[in-house]
């Protein structure tokens, strides 16, 4: 079974820096692209970066372009999310998602439980 | 305001037939990229509905559908259950937003 493990969230005032990781068991994680996606409190899910299989390509939302970096490490499993000059805007639970298989449209086939950041003074 | 349009509620009795509609645009699903459905029960994770339009996941019941029409896609839910009451959310790929993923808005579905 594929396992999304999220871990690191927490709170931190504005301006502060957070490391997201998220540990991924029960598949080939080097042959899957994986992304964030994050969701506010009561609000609705926003695509926050996805990189590919290779670690080689990633991509970002407009929203935390040139603040947040995204990596994976291919010999541990794991996915991260470098989230720096935090704003209230970022609070949210955040999910470690796989994609079913490459493509640009590509769905989310398995979903993490999801760790709550709250960027707050 | 989503990329991609989505009612904010639904509702239906138990064993009713119900749709919501995600409508997009050129960049997006007129541009044929492919459309997928999660629905995300209170407290939990989203969870794959649909994926390329029509199709589901292993252990999706057939009561949950999808379509497509132009710039436009579906989700129909048949023979309503209490338990489908959830949060329902399309997503597509957008070309005019840098490597985006696009979601819509939701749709919260609650069965009377």
């Known amino acids: 079974d594929v396992q999304l493990l999220e871990s690191g969230g927490g709170l931190v005032q504005p301006g502060g820096s957070l490391r997201l990781s998220c540990e991924a068991s029960?598949?080939?994680?080097?042959?899957?692209?994986m992304s964030w996606v994050r969701q506010a409190p009561g609000k609705g899910l926003e695509w926050v970066s996805g990189i590919r299989g290779s670690g080689v390509s990633s991509t970002y939302a407009d929203s935390v372009k040139g603040r947040f970096t995204i990596s994976r490490d291919n010999s541990k499993n794991t996915l991260d999310l470098q989230m720096n000059s935090l704003r209230a805007e970022d609070t949210a639970f955040y999910y470690c998602a796989k994609e079913r298989y490459s493509s640009t449209s590509a769905p989310f086939d398995s979903w993490g439980q999801g760790t709550l950041v709250t960027v707050s003074s | 305001q989503s990329v991609l349009s989505q009612p904010p509620s639904v509702s239906g009795a138990p064993g009713q037939r119900v749709t919501i509609s995600c409508t997009g645009s050129?960049?997006?699903?007129?541009?044929?990229?492919?459309v997928h459905w999660y629905q995300q029960l209170p407290g939990t994770a989203p969870k794959l509905l649909i994926y390329?339009?029509?199709n589901r996941p292993s252990g999706v019941p057939d009561r949950f559908s999808g379509s497509k029409s132009g710039t436009s896609a579906s989700l129909a839910i048949t023979g309503l259950q209490a338990e489908d009451e959830a949060d329902y959310y399309c997503?597509?790929?957008?070309?005019?937003?840098?490597?985006?993923?696009?979601f819509g808005g939701g749709t919260k579905l609650t069965v009377l």
């Open positions: 050129s960049s997006n699903i007129g541009a044929g990229y492919d």
């Open positions: 390329g339009y029509i």
């Open positions: 029960g598949f080939t994680f080097s042959s899957y692209a």
């Open positions: 997503q597509s790929y957008d070309s005019s937003l840098s490597g985006s993923r696009v």
